[in-house]
Every structure is written in C-alpha cells, then in structure tokens.
C-alpha cells in the first residue's frame, strides 16, 4: 500500500515546492544591497560617447542622482527602456548609464535604435567597477541622494509599478536637497 501511496507524497511534496516558489518570486527582486545607507563608492570610468572623457561618481555629489545599470545585450533592459526614458524626461535629477561589460559599437547601436535619455554614460567594459557597485547583473538602478549616499537599489527591469515608487522616492530626494 505505502508502495502506491509514495508516488503521490512526492507529487504531492513537489507541488507544495511548487507553489512556495511562486508565492516568493516578487521577493527575490527585493535583495537589499549592503551598500544602501552607504555611500556610492568612488568610481571614475570612460564615457560610452567619448572614451576620452571620463566621469566620476565623485562629481556628482551636491544633487541626487540616479544610476541605472544596463547593456545592449540585456533583454530585461529593451523592456525597461520606456521607463528609462520616462525617468530621463521627468525624474529631474540626472540619469547615469552605467554600460556595463558590454561592447562599444553595440551598445552605441542599440542607443541609435531604442534612444538615449540618460544624461551620459560611464562604461564598465571589464566589470571591475561594478563589482564595487555591488552590480548582481542588468538592469539595476540605484537612487543616489545629495550626500553621494545610496538610498534605494533596484533589482530588475523597471515597470510601471516601479517607475512609480521610483519617482516618488526621488521627489522626495530632491526635497531633501533643496532643504539642505
């Protein structure tokens, strides 16, 4: 009998996995970074347009700020796009592409393709840098406030739900700015 039964408690026990899993899928994008109240590490690399210039994170201290991880090999970062660009026309606070372990003409092309709303872009070819960041992969957007402190880190594609939280929360970083 226990012989007949056991397929059907290791259905069983496989569907309960199954279900567990789905119920915390949206959880696994809230992985807090260690580097959230911290400040962004100093990170000064080429741009993507003109590899003779480059930025600092260093520079941008003084405004809040928000860096956005992407790749023109990302998939998830073409689903984002539209929010990018959004953020780039409204969020009021600039926008950094952090082009990271991508090539330059793909990811110029795909800037020619989909538009470039970012401010500028720092381009991390190796990956050196984002490993500083704390990058876990693309797309992932941090929101730096006026002090050069990470206040809030983004795991995945933006979509409208984000987009929301995300323009509420630099409202309120550039409020902080202007009291200061």
């Known amino acids: 009998m226990i012989r007949m039964l056991l397929p059907l408690i290791v259905f ?11 119920q915390t899928a949206e959880d696994r ?8 109240g911290k400040p962004v590490p100093e990170i000064t690399l080429p741009g993507l347009n003109d590899p ?4 600092s994170t260093a520079e941008l201290i003084g405004e809040p700020y928000i860096i956005n991880v ?7 970062c073409r689903e984002e796009h539209p929010y990018i660009d959004r953020l780039g026309r409204e969020a009021g606070v600039p926008l950094v592409g952090f082009n ?8 110029l092309k ?3 393709q989909f538009g470039d ?3 500028f872009h720092m381009v991390d070819f190796e990956g050196r840098a984002a490993i500083d960041l704390g990058v876990y992969g693309a ?23 984000v987009f929301e939280d995300l323009m509420r929360r630099i409202m309120q970083l550039r409020a902080e700015a202007e009291e200061a």
């Open 12 to 22: 069983g026990g496989l569907l309960v996995l199954l279900v567990v899993g789905l």
């Open 70 to 76: 992407w790749g023109s090999w990302c998939w998830a």
């Open 117 to 119: 709303s970012w401010s």
């Open 29 to 36: 994008q809230l992985v807090q970074s260690p580097l959230v």
């Open 139 to 161: 797309p992932e957007t941090y929101l730096v406030d006026h002090r050069g402190v990470i206040q809030h880190k983004h795991i995945g594609p933006i979509d409208a739900t």
């Open 110 to 112: 795909w800037l020619d």
């Open 100 to 107: 990271w372990k991508d090539e330059r003409e793909n990811a």
């Open 52 to 55: 003779e210039t480059r930025y």
